[in-house]
């Protein structure tokens, strides 16, 4: 499978550990996104990186979140000191930005709960 | 920012009947919307979009309408089929922006009858 993929796909966790998702994009795709889906809501918007710069993050998130894409392919989300209300899917996306398409394409998400 | 509401937030159609879901945007200078489809426990994909410089755009069964006036947009899938059954968001993006930062819709789940 050459989509986007997500590791872990599961993580449980105690409240106060740190958690770190991978992402590993579309090769050829030079922009990856990291959004976070609770349930019965659509997909929000966390981050967004271009090669290896991250040029936009929402307020949704903390100091508590940083994301990482240090040589412009895979990238990291590290959450610091958990707390039960960061317990949501987090997807990833990718997309090229020559592309006019504008298609994001979706990874499976690592779906995170903070017990 | 840009404000995306979708409705309904639950939908139930007979086969072969169609489904039709409304999504509004509120900055008139968004300019592209895509619709996305969830199957439970997968990932979104995209299935249709539209670009402001089009009232409409069709793919087989689905169709793709907008209103640049009332800046509303809606997602039309015709003769509907059980493996249509999914959650499906519209977004937006940031005005003069493509795709960096996209607001979703809140979602809405379609289940087809058989």
């Known amino acids: 499978d050459t989509g986007v993929s997500q590791d872990p796909r599961h993580k449980i966790t105690k409240r106060g550990q740190n958690v770190t998702f991978r992402c590993d994009p579309i090769s050829e795709h030079n922009r990856l996104y990291w959004y976070r889906q609770t349930l019965g809501q659509g997909p929000e918007f966390l981050t967004y990186f271009q090669n290896e710069a991250q040029l936009e993050k929402s307020r949704l998130l903390s100091d508590r979140f940083s994301a990482e894409r240090p040589k412009g392919s895979f990238s990291t989300l590290e959450i610091q000191r958990t707390e039960q209300g960061d317990s949501a899917m987090y997807l990833c996306?990718?997309?090229?930005?020559?592309?006019?398409?504008?298609?994001?394409?979706f990874g499976e998400g690592s779906r995170l709960t903070v017990l | 920012g840009e404000n995306v509401e979708q409705h309904p937030s639950t939908l139930s159609v007979q086969e072969g009947d169609s489904a039709v879901i409304k999504c509004t945007y509120s900055d008139s200078a968004s300019n592209y919307f895509p619709w996305y489809k969830q199957e439970l426990g997968k990932r979104p994909q995209l299935i249709i979009d539209?670009?402001?410089?089009?009232g409409e755009k069709k793919d087989q069964r689905i169709a793709v309408t907008l209103n640049k006036t009332a800046k509303h947009f809606s997602l039309h899938i015709t003769e509907t089929q059980p493996e249509d059954s999914a959650v499906y968001f519209c977004a937006a993006p940031r005005p003069n922006f493509g795709n960096e930062k996209l607001t979703f819709g809140t979602g809405t789940r379609l289940t087809i009858i058989p």
């Open positions: 996306a990718s997309s090229f930005s020559g592309s006019t398409a504008g298609e994001l394409f």
């Open positions: 539209i670009r402001s410089n089009v």
